[in-house]
Structures are given as structure tokens and as C-alpha cells.
């Protein structure tokens, strides 16, 4: 099997990452495509993947295409995959907000086609990513596109549908997760810790906590309920936050993204 990247930015550059360090593919087989010919040099010296110097040398060489360029190149893009096309192609698509059959529609085919969204923690192997297939896809497709991207993280199979509600909850709240435990560093920096080690006890206490809520059969309340002693400290923060609209916060980022992602579609 030959996979072949057009585009090579960075989470084109991590998914080639996972896949050199998983063991599980070899270089060889996987080639890549970039208009900045300096990024296809440095994977290609880093990882021994195969530069192309065009989108047709990956048609013709590749059997997977991963479309991993940002969705307003994306139509001049198709127009030459469209041209190379193949009945024994699998196109992957990770361009943000471009459904399966708006990439169907483009390239005028019935190739199987699965559209993926991985989210930023890919560049350290730990994304969260969900895909969705067209109707042609079967299930040899869905075993490749689960062990390529198993390589960044997990993976999950969603219905197209809920892509808006994921595009919030498994796309953006990595940036809202970032920006909480920053928070919590800077509130210790207030009160004389030193911002490096606040920040690393604030990401592993985050770590921790989530680690917590994938591995126990406990409801996050529950968990919220553990921690909090009767007149103790941790109720006094947990109160605040409360007060404070912590919650209907949290529910207005989530749906102002959802908002955001629809007009992209």
C-alpha cells in the first residue's frame, strides 16, 4: 500500500510522523507533495518519505491520497486529482469544513472517499480524531484509515452530521484546555509560584483528571463530589466557578464554534 501527502504542512507533517515512529509503515511507500519544496525536503531528510514535484507523480505512485492542504486551496487542488483519479484511489481529506460531497462533486468519481478531522495534540501523538465515509468505502478502507491515524492518537467513526458538534468538542477545546491551564498557572504566579512549575502541575493535574474520567466508571460530578470536603477548600472554588457561569461559559464557546464551522461547510 502506498500512501501519498498533497500538502505538507504541519499536521500532514505529524501524521508522517506517527506513521516513522509506529514501525508500521516504511518510507518507501509513502510519498509527499508540497508547493514549498523546503518542506518536502525536510520530511523527506527526516523521515526518507519520497518527494514529488507534483500532484500527479502522487496520483500515479500513491494508492491512499491524503488531502491535507487548507480548504480554500482545496478546489484547485481536486481539479488535478480529478484529472489522475483511479478506480483503486482512497482519498482521505483532512481539509477543514469541506463535506464528502463537495470533494465528490469536484472530482466527478465514485472513488471512496473518508473524511477525517484530527486536532492539534496529532503533533505529539495523543489527537483525538473522528472520520466519516462515503458510501463506497468499505471495510479494508475504514481498517487504513484507523491504523494511519491510530498512529497520532485515537479514532472514532462519526456520522458526518455531528462533524460541527466534534469540530468544537474534539477540535477547538484543546485551545480552551490550553487556556485553562494557563489560567491556572497565572493564578499561582499571583500568588508567588513560579510560572514554569505552576504550568507543569497544572498540565499534569489536567492530565490526571482526564485520565481519571476515561478509566473510572464515575460521572465527572461524581469525581467533582470526591474532591470536595464538607466546608473545605476545594467547594469554595468549585462554588465560585459556579457563580460565576462557568458552565453556561464553556456552552457558549462550544456553540459559537459550532456556529462558526457551519458557514465553512
Request: glycine fraction near 6%; include cysteine; charged fraction near 15%.
Amino acid at each position: 500500500m502506498k500512501y501519498g501527502f498533497i500538502g505538507l504542512g504541519s499536521m500532514a507533517s505529524a501524521i508522517i510522523k506517527g506513521m516513522y515512529n509506529s514501525k508500521q509503515f516504511s518510507a518507501t511507500d509513502i510519498y509527499g507533495y508540497n508547493r514549498t519544496v523546503a518542506k518536502t525536503n525536510h520530511l523527506a531528510d527526516n523521515y526518507g518519505l519520497i518527494s514529488s514535484d507534483s500532484i500527479k507523480g502522487i496520483m500515479t505512485n500513491a494508492d491512499v491520497i491524503v488531502l491535507a492542504v487548507q480548504p480554500q486551496v482545496l478546489p484547485e487542488v481536486l481539479l488535478e486529482v480529478q484529472k489522475y483519479i483511479k478506480e483503486n484511489h482512497l482519498i482521505i481529506s483532512v481539509a477543514a469544513g469541506k463535506s464528502i460531497d463537495y470533494i465528490q462533486q469536484n472530482i466527478q468519481a465514485d472513488t471512496p472517499i473518508i473524511r477525517v478531522m484530527p486536532n492539534i495534540n496529532a503533533i505529539v501523538g495523543a489527537s483525538t480524531t473522528c472520520y466519516s465515509i462515503s458510501s463506497t468505502v468499505n471495510e479494508q478502507h475504514k481498517e487504513i484509515v484507523e491504523s494511519l491515524f491510530g498512529t497520532i492518537g485515537s479514532i472514532i467513526e462519526l456520522p458526518e452530521n455531528l462533524f460541527t458538534i466534534f469540530s468544537a468538542i474534539g477540535g477547538a477545546s484543546p485551545a480552551f484546555t490550553y487556556l485553562y491551564i494557563d489560567s491556572l498557572a497565572r493564578a499561582a504566579v499571583r500568588e508567588g509560584m513560579d510560572k514554569k512549575m505552576a504550568l507543569e502541575i497544572a498540565a499534569s493535574s489536567v492530565l490526571g483528571s482526564a485520565k481519571m474520567i476515561l478509566e473510572s466508571d464515575e460521572h465527572p460530578w461524581e469525581l467533582v463530589d470526591q474532591v470536595c470536603s464538607p466546608g473545605g477548600t476545594t467547594i469554595q472554588g468549585v462554588t465560585s466557578l459556579q457563580n460565576d457561569h462557568f458552565a453556561s461559559t464553556i456552552y457558549d464557546a462550544v456553540t459559537a464554534v459550532i456556529k462558526k464551522d457551519s458557514t465553512l461547510s
